[in-house]
């Protein structure tokens, strides 16, 4: 009946499942929640103001084939993302530019700073502070400390629960100084969000003839995997199951659970127009919650009275609790152990793992939209 069954209706699983329903594949996806659209999800919540129920999606790219795949099915509004750090109460643009440097320091300091970055990196340049921190220069080497310790130490501490050495270098380097005066957290060609909300992007993406879904389904209840064959509903399948799930669970953590970072969200509701001064307010130095973002400053709800905020608090994700995986924790002994869950599942020739769980890596929206559209080409 299916030529195709995909668990998860996520960016990996909406996508795959668009592209191939329409080259006239017949997709059946199963959900395990009781809503599309994986971690993107939003919804409007009792107060009339719409929300990002698993944290603040902020859309982003440089990728022309993604943002037109996506465009399709809604219309995005340009919009233009800031984000402040709250350090011991002054408030500065994040990630640390030119303005920054004069809210941290005096001004004969931030402009004597500012003379010394512009030559030695040049205007609009992201430097990535592991870089600032070898400069010559014992002035940069001390900016470089101040944001080091303001900006990225505890933050990351915090939000990682582990020192920042036992970081993969990628998530470490991801951390800059910009020589710019220019605010904004993203430099993508294309930054934008969906005029009616993700939700709506999801539903539009997945109304095709050829598509069926089934919410409040876990696909263990219907997929097995057993000898190499695929089963479904108890017959052997011979179509292709894409797996959006956790890749450790699919084979019984038989080696042990894969490592995550978890985080619990608090929403809060304030009645008042304004909460804060930015959408997004990193706590880099202060308080246990890592960020709090202000949904009605980067949705495209309009006329609402009152606002919904959201704190973040990182905490380590535990095995079979009702907690929620969100990050995996790239270090090599993790990566090693997803090696072996990949090589178990690469016996199966119809099933293909796809996304951030059954990846075990992170991908942006626009990454994971890009990747599946691949992945579906190739299927
Ligand atoms: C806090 C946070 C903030 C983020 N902010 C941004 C941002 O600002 N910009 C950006 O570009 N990206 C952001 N991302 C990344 C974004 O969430 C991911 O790119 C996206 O969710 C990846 O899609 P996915 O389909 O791989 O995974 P998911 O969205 O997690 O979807 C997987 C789906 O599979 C379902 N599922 C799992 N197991 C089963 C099963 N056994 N049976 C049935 N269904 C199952 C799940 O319920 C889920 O719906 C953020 C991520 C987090 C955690």
Same mark, same amino acid.
């Given at each position: 009946?299916?030529? +195709?069954?995909?668990?998860?209706?996520?960016?990996?699983?909406?996508?795959?499942?668009?592209?191939?329903?329409?080259?006239?594949?017949?997709?059946?996806?199963?959900?395990?929640?009781?809503?599309?659209?994986?971690?993107?999800?939003?919804? +409007?919540?009792?107060?009339?103001?719409?929300?990002?129920?698993?944290?603040?999606?902020?859309?982003?790219?440089?990728?022309?084939? /993604?943002? !037109?795949?996506?465009?399709?099915?809604?219309?995005?509004?340009?919009?233009?993302?800031?984000?402040?750090?709250?350090?011991?109460?002054?408030?500065?643009?994040?990630?640390? #530019?030119?303005?920054?440097?004069?809210?941290?320091?005096?001004?004969?300091?931030?402009?004597?700073?500012?003379?010394?970055?512009?030559?030695?990196?040049?205007?609009?340049?992201?430097?990535?502070?592991?870089?600032?921190?070898?400069?010559?220069?014992?002035?940069?080497?001390?900016?470089?400390?101040?944001?080091?310790?303001?900006?990225?130490?505890?933050?990351?501490?915090?939000?990682?629960?582990?020192?920042?050495?036992e970081i993969d270098p990628a998530v470490t380097a991801r951390v800059p100084v910009i020589t710019t005066h220019k605010d904004g957290y993203f430099t993508d060609t294309y930054q934008a969000m969906p005029d009616e909300g993700f939700t709506k992007l999801f539903e539009k993406m997945l109304d095709h003839e050829n598509i069926k879904i089934?919410?409040?389904?876990? /696909?263990?209840?219907?997929?097995?995997?057993? !000898?190499?064959?695929?089963?479904? !509903?108890?017959?052997?399948?011979?179509?292709?199951?894409?797996?959006?799930?956790?890749?450790?669970?699919?084979?019984?953590?038989?080696?042990?659970?894969?490592?995550?970072?978890?985080?619990?969200?608090?929403?809060?509701?304030?009645?008042?127009?304004?909460?804060?001064?930015?959408?997004?307010? #990193?706590?880099?130095?202060?308080?246990?919650? =890592?960020?709090?973002?202000?949904?009605?400053?980067? =949705?495209?709800?309009? !006329?609402?009275?009152?606002? =919904?905020? +959201?704190?973040?608090?990182?905490?380590?994700?535990?095995?079979?609790?009702?907690?929620?995986?969100?990050?995996?924790?790239?270090?090599?002994?993790?990566?090693?152990?997803?090696?072996?869950?990949?090589?178990?599942?690469?016996?199966?020739?119809?099933?293909?793992?796809?996304?951030?769980?059954?990846?075990?890596?992170?991908?942006?929206?626009? /990454?994971? =939209?890009?990747? /599946?559209?691949?992945?579906?080409?190739?299927?």
């Open positions: 009946m299916y030529d +195709v069954i995909i668990a998860g209706a996520g960016y990996a699983g909406a996508v795959s499942a668009r592209v191939l329903a329409e080259k006239g594949k017949k997709v059946l996806i199963l959900e395990e929640r009781e809503h599309i659209g994986g971690n993107a999800y939003d919804e +409007v919540d009792e107060h009339g103001v719409m929300i990002h129920t698993y944290g603040p999606h902020l859309f982003h790219t440089s990728d022309k084939k /993604a943002y !037109d795949f996506l465009s399709r099915f809604t219309n995005f509004i340009p919009y233009h993302h800031t984000v402040m750090g709250n350090i011991h109460g002054k408030f500065m643009p994040i990630p640390f #530019n030119l303005n920054s440097l004069y809210v941290a320091f005096d001004k004969e300091k931030a402009e004597k700073l500012e003379k010394k970055l512009l030559k030695a990196y040049g205007a609009e340049t992201r430097v990535p502070i592991l870089e600032l921190k070898k400069a010559k220069d014992p002035e940069i080497r001390e900016l470089a400390e101040y944001v080091f310790e303001n900006v990225f130490v505890h933050y990351t501490m915090k939000q990682w629960g582990y020192k920042p050495e089934c919410l409040n389904t876990n /696909a263990f209840d219907r997929i097995k995997l057993k !000898d190499g064959k695929i089963f479904f !509903d108890g017959e052997e399948f011979n179509g292709k199951y894409i797996f959006t799930g956790m890749t450790d669970v699919l084979f019984e953590r038989k080696f042990g659970p894969l490592p995550y970072r978890s985080l619990r969200f608090d929403f809060e509701y304030h009645d008042v127009s304004s909460y804060q001064e930015a959408p997004v307010v #990193n706590y880099t130095v202060s308080e246990d919650y =890592t960020r709090i973002s202000e949904f009605k400053k980067f =949705t495209c709800q309009k !006329d609402v009275a009152g606002t =919904t905020i +959201v704190k973040e608090y990182p905490r380590a994700y535990e095995p079979d609790s009702d907690m929620i995986p969100y990050y995996a924790i790239l270090n090599d002994d993790n990566k090693a152990l997803f090696a072996k869950y990949k090589a178990l599942a690469d016996k199966y020739a119809g099933l293909v793992l796809l996304g951030r769980l059954a990846e075990y890596r992170y991908f942006n929206m626009d /990454a994971i =939209t890009s990747h /599946a559209l691949e992945m579906a080409e190739k299927i």
